[in-house]
C-alpha cells in the first residue's frame, strides 16, 4: 500500500513557530523520514526549530525545484511507491501555491498516492482575508513580467479585468524589485483603484494596509526587500 503525501507549509519568515504552525502539524513533520523540498538547508533550520527527535543526518532530503526535469519526478516518489509516508515541503509558505510542486502532487494522484494538505501560513489567503477587497471573487497571477513595458500592459490588462468582473487581482514579486513595482502601480492605474500591500506577514514587522493609488501617492511605503502580496480592487 503507498504511503502518505503530506503537503507541509513552512513560516514565512523569522516568527514563533507555535503562532504559525499547529501542534498536530509539528507531530506529522516529526513522523516523517522523507522529505522533498526546494532547498535542503532550509529544510534542516524548519526541522531543527520543530526539534524532531531524531538526528537530522538519518533524514533523506531530495530536491525539487525550478531546475527539476518532468522526467526526475517518479523518482521523487518512490519512498511513497514503497509504503513510506513523505513530506513536501515549500521554503516558505504552501507548497505548489507560487511555489513548485504540483506537478508532484499530479503525478501521486496518477499514482493513487493519498495526497494530504496540512494548515499553516499561507501569505495569499491570508493577505486577501486582512485585505478588505473583494474575497468571493479573485484571480492569482503569481509574479508579473520583467519586462517594464510587458509588466505595464499588463497592469492595465488587471485593472480593467478588476472592474469588469469585480475581482481582486492579487500578484507578487521578488522582494528586491517591490519598489519598481509599486512604482508601476502609481504611474498607470486610475487614483480611485483600491491598492492593498500586505508586507511581512504573519512576522513581528507585518504590515497590511488597503488605500486608493491617490492615497499610496502621498506618502509610498517603503518595501523593497520586504516579502510584499499586493492586491488590486477597481470596481
Known amino acids: 500500500m503507498p504511503g502518505i503525501l503530506y503537503l507541509i507549509p513552512a513560516p514565512l519568515g523569522q516568527s514563533d513557530l507555535s503562532q504559525?504552525?499547529?501542534?498536530?502539524?509539528?507531530?506529522?513533520?516529526?513522523?516523517?523520514d522523507f522529505f522533498v523540498v526546494e532547498n535542503a538547508k532550509t529544510a534542516r533550520r524548519y526541522l531543527a526549530k520543530i526539534c524532531i527527535r531524531q538526528p537530522l543526518q538519518k533524514i533523506k532530503f531530495d530536491?525539487?525545484?525550478?531546475?527539476?526535469?518532468?522526467e526526475e519526478l517518479i523518482a521523487l516518489i518512490n519512498p511513497l511507491l514503497s509504503g513510506k509516508n513523505m513530506g513536501l515541503m515549500s521554503d516558505a509558505g504552501c507548497p505548489a501555491v507560487?511555489?513548485?510542486g504540483a506537478d508532484l502532487i499530479k503525478l501521486a494522484h496518477a499514482n493513487r498516492i493519498r495526497v494530504v494538505p496540512l494548515v499553516g501560513p499561507s501569505s495569499i489567503?491570508?493577505?486577501?482575508?486582512?485585505?478588505?477587497?473583494?474575497?468571493?471573487?479573485?484571480?492569482?497571477?503569481?509574479?508579473?513580467?520583467v519586462n517594464i513595458e510587458e509588466r505595464m500592459k499588463k497592469l492595465v490588462e488587471l485593472e480593467k479585468a478588476s472592474k469588469a468582473f469585480d475581482q481582486t487581482e492579487i500578484f507578487i514579486e521578488a522582494p528586491y524589485r517591490n519598489g519598481k513595482l509599486l512604482r508601476n502601480l502609481l504611474d498607470c492605474c486610475r487614483k480611485t483603484t483600491l491598492l492593498c500591500l500586505a508586507t511581512d506577514i504573519s512576522l513581528a514587522s507585518e504590515s497590511i494596509s488597503?488605500?486608493?493609488?491617490?492615497?499610496?501617492?502621498?506618502?509610498?511605503?517603503?518595501?523593497?526587500r520586504r516579502p510584499t502580496v499586493f492586491l488590486l480592487n477597481a470596481a
Do not use: C
Not at 20 to 32: A, D, H, N, T
Open 125 to 145: 489567503l491570508l493577505a486577501l482575508m486582512a485585505s478588505g477587497l473583494n474575497g468571493q471573487r479573485f484571480a492569482f497571477h503569481g509574479y508579473l513580467p
Open 210 to 224: 488597503t488605500k486608493r493609488i491617490g492615497e499610496w501617492e502621498r506618502l509610498p511605503p517603503e518595501i523593497n
Open 98 to 100: 507560487a511555489d513548485p
Open 20 to 32: 504559525v504552525v499547529p501542534q498536530g502539524v509539528q507531530r506529522i513533520i516529526e513522523s516523517l
Open 63 to 70: 530536491i525539487l525545484d525550478e531546475h527539476t526535469r518532468p
